[in-house]
């Protein structure tokens, strides 16, 4: 029996002296750094950066709701606001979310490579992020948007007087840095796995994040080029989409959703992978059916792109294009049942530990099983025409994004907090807040599905014609507050366990994924000190690996580190 | 930061988180047809647009596309053919490791590279400017004194929309000439210097297989504007 491969101490006194975050403390050192675990902790204050400005939108937005007079705002200050939160949220904090900070983080942990293929490809993709959030914030502060997130033609090229334009260069720049975190994900992902790591012995976690690539290469510069178009009318008078000026502005529509339906998936996949890596741990069990969630993450990629003409049933599409929309919207819900099956069934017997981390992921299952069963109201046509445009899309897509992707976002980061920090958090107020998110979150958004089926539109302040509608508002609003508080939380007790947490010891929570059994905590800057040989398969879960939690330190070690053997004693 | 340039494992050319050069080189090579493809769907949703809108309005299309030049496009797709040619030839050189027939036939490249944009942008589109045929508020305007004075016209709304896209095309594919010349100019350089990141031939094979794409997308934007049938 081989020993350990790493050095990595099992205890915290033994935490390594030397890791990626104290090997430099200069400022330079970290806005000049290459190592993916530095950026992915850069990219994490950029997207809690923007999450607290979009979540500020929202607040406004739920405060003006709750009168039906919507006394707070004039018409287009609320446009913008709403335009702000949306922009905000899904170009600054959603895409880039998980893949760009736990991914990052993560992804050359658990392929066993000491980064990313490009690392300086990947600190440009940082900047890029970072300037043109800029720039869209500066377009706020100065004239703002009001043609919604979506940018529909003639409304964000003839009719419009703000910062369209300047907004557009924006997300177009934007654009690119997802791109080069996708490059540099796909060319890590296909060369850079270690030594018997082969596709079925990847966490599905890598899985989700190559899916997400591939459907972001596809997808972001169909978008990047059709929103720079919309730039080129605004900005230059030219003429493609704009119906005054002979353009077809349903092409712009086709052209748009071909990237921003497919980009809810580069939104929620990431957060399946965070999901199957989280209830595998904390039902000690392997994942039930690898294969299938593996490949349903590629399926969902596939089937993903077929699907956006489910967005336009009222537009001019025709019926018979819009009976295929709505049969392909329906097979996509198949790869994703096939995902929620198999996450059920992992716990199934297996003996489940509701630590933080778990109760995200339980909360994300439920969330985004009502989330997704929504979507087949709207994925039929039929139901879809009444339901269009009204409060049940928006809380649809909020169960899907806030409670798919955020909740899995937020379960992501305290199941991998300790890695990334070298800290434990306070396992109370974890509970605490992700029960608080949980009610918080429904109490917003099952009101509001009520609303929509009512018929309350989206995108209105005022609803006076219909003043029964309040009391759901207000429910909403109420649900809201409880949301942000629950919020907050987290930014609070996280940040203080940076500052002043306990030491966490090697692997809290004794998960089988190489960045937890190979790689220190918090890791060296190269992660592995030595190269890794893989020969077992991915969550290598059993029960006689917890029996010996007891035993003494060594033992546990030689044990734990059955599955590996040197390189050289491989070959 | 440190360690990233500390530790080499397969000599000096091996980035810190490869093993060895192959490893380096395949990686690179997906990572540039990753880059490719992302590409293709840039300039693939342009040609979407330009096939819908010529598929509706094939007749004005035809009568607009006729104040293009198809003998500047011609020399242009020429000189471009040249180009790709040359590169060809750079890669195939750079294979043999002759570095003066390497730089050579990169100089030919830029060359031609020039050349493409010296006729686009002194001939074909002043040309245009002239008229001031530029898809602006005031292009109906000058697109029916144009028609006018040329005898025949198309609907001055379809004119604007092919104007548009052929400057948003060709204007595109134009800025990846350029950074296409810097990238090439670049690595010249690089080869000059006998730089440390030029292992072999796979850095002159991916500045190839990037302009390989840039002159492919000529080939289709050629026939697409300059030659339209009636």
């Not at chain 1, 502060?141 to 409304?155: C, E, K, N």
């Not at chain 2, 595109?172 to 031939?201: E, P």
Request: with cysteine; aromatic share 18%; glycine share 8%.
């Amino acid at each position: 029996m081989s020993a350990a491969v790493q050095e990595p101490p099992q205890s915290d006194e033994q935490q390594p002296r030397k890791n990626f975050l104290n090997a430099d403390h200069t400022i330079k050192s970290w806005l000049l750094t290459v190592d993916h675990k530095r950026i992915g902790m850069m990219y994490l204050l950029g997207v809690t950066f923007f999450f607290f400005l979009g979540g500020i939108a929202a607040a406004m937005i739920r405060a003006e709701l709750t009168s039906p007079r919507g006394g707070l705002m004039s018409s287009e200050f609320y446009n913008k606001t709403f335009s702000a939160h949306g922009i905000l949220m899904i170009f600054f904090f959603l895409i880039p979310s998980i893949p760009a900070t736990l991914g990052n983080f993560l992804l050359p942990q658990m392929i066993g490579a000491r980064d990313l293929a490009f690392p300086r490809l990947n600190l440009a993709s940082w900047y890029v992020y970072m300037i043109s959030g800029i720039i869209v914030l500066i377009a706020m502060l100065t004239g703002g948007v009001s043609a919604g997130w979506t940018f529909y033609v003639p409304l964000s090229s003839s009719y419009t007087n703000d910062q369209v334009a300047l907004t557009l260069v924006g997300l177009f720049l934007s654009g690119f840095s997802s791109i080069m975190t996708a490059v540099n994900f796909i060319a890590t992902i296909h060369k850079m796995r270690a030594p018997g790591l082969t596709w079925f012995r990847l966490p599905l976690y890598v899985w989700s994040h190559y899916a997400t690539s591939i459907i972001i290469i596809l997808g972001t510069p169909v978008v990047a080029i059709t929103l720079f178009l919309v730039v080129m009318e605004n900005a230059f008078g030219f003429a493609i989409f704009d119906p005054a000026r002979g353009g077809d502005p349903v092409l712009f529509q086709h052209l748009f959703w071909f990237y921003s339906h497919p980009a809810v998936y580069i939104m929620v996949l990431p957060g399946m992978g965070v999901i199957s890596e989280i209830i595998t741990c904390f039902s000690r069990r392997a994942i039930f059916g690898y294969k299938f969630v593996a490949y349903s993450s590629m399926a969902i990629a596939l089937v993903g792109f077929l699907v956006w003409g489910h967005h336009m049933y009222i537009s001019s599409q025709s019926t018979y294009l819009g009976i295929a929309f709505s049969l392909l919207s329906f097979l996509v819900a198949i790869p994703s049942a096939v995902k929620v099956f198999n996450w059920s069934l992992t716990m199934y017997k297996g003996s489940v530990h509701f630590s933080t981390p778990m109760i995200y992921a339980l909360a994300f299952i439920g969330l985004f099983v009502i989330g997704g069963l929504t979507g087949l109201f709207l994925a039929s046509a039929g139901t879809d025409i009444h339901l269009t445009g009204t409060y049940f899309i928006v809380a649809h897509f909020h169960y899907v994004m806030v409670g798919g992707s955020i909740v899995a976002f937020l379960g992501g980061i305290h199941f991998w907090w300790p890695k990334m920090t070298g800290k434990l958090y306070s396992e109370y107020w974890g509970k605490f807040s992700a029960i608080v998110i949980f009610v918080g979150f429904n109490l917003t958004f099952f009101p509001q599905f009520i609303l929509g089926y009512l018929g309350m539109p989206r995108r209105y302040h005022y609803y006076d014609f219909a003043p029964e509608w309040q009391f759901y508002h207000i429910l909403s609003t109420a649900g809201s507050s409880i949301l942000g508080f629950g919020f907050l939380l987290p930014a609070i007790y996280l940040t203080h366990s940076f500052l002043k947490g306990k030491r966490s010891p090697h692997n809290p929570w004794g998960a089988r994924g190489l960045e937890w059994t190979h790689v220190a905590t918090p890791p060296i800057t190269e992660n592995f000190s030595e190269p890794v040989v893989v020969n077992f398969d991915a969550y290598a879960y059993d029960p006689e690996a917890d029996a010996i939690e007891g035993l003494p330190e060594e033992e546990q070690q030689i044990i734990l580190a059955g599955g590996t053997t040197k390189k050289e004693e491989l070959l | 930061m440190s360690a990233h340039t500390l530790e080499k494992h397969d000599g000096e050319e091996v980035y810190f988180q490869f093993e060895d050069i192959d490893q380096q080189q395949e990686t690179y090579i997906v990572g540039m047809w990753s880059f490719l493809v992302t590409e293709v769907m840039f300039f693939g949703a342009m040609f979407l647009i330009y096939t819908l809108y010529r598929w509706n309005y094939h007749i004005d299309f035809y009568i607009v596309h006729k104040s293009l030049s198809w003998m500047w496009g011609g020399i242009n797709t020429f000189i471009l053919l040249v180009s790709s040619f040359a590169i060809a030839a750079a890669v195939h050189f750079a294979m043999k490791k002759d570095k003066a027939k390497q730089l050579m036939w990169l100089t030919v490249t830029q060359v031609c590279a020039v050349a493409f944009l010296a006729i686009k942008f002194s001939i074909e589109w002043p040309e245009k400017f002239s008229h001031g045929l530029i898809p602006d508020g005031a292009f109906q305007q000058n697109y029916t004194a144009y028609a006018l004075e040329k005898g025949y016209g198309a609907m001055p709304d379809i004119a604007r929309i092919f104007y548009s896209l052929y400057f948003t095309m060709t204007g595109l594919h134009a800025l990846h000439i350029i950074i296409g010349i810097g990238i090439i100019g670049v690595l010249m350089y690089k080869i000059w210097k006998d730089d440390k990141i030029i292992t072999d031939y796979i850095p002159t094979e991916m500045v190839g297989l990037y302009w390989h794409f840039v002159d492919l997308v000529w080939i289709f934007l050629f026939p697409l504007f300059y030659l339209i049938p009636a």
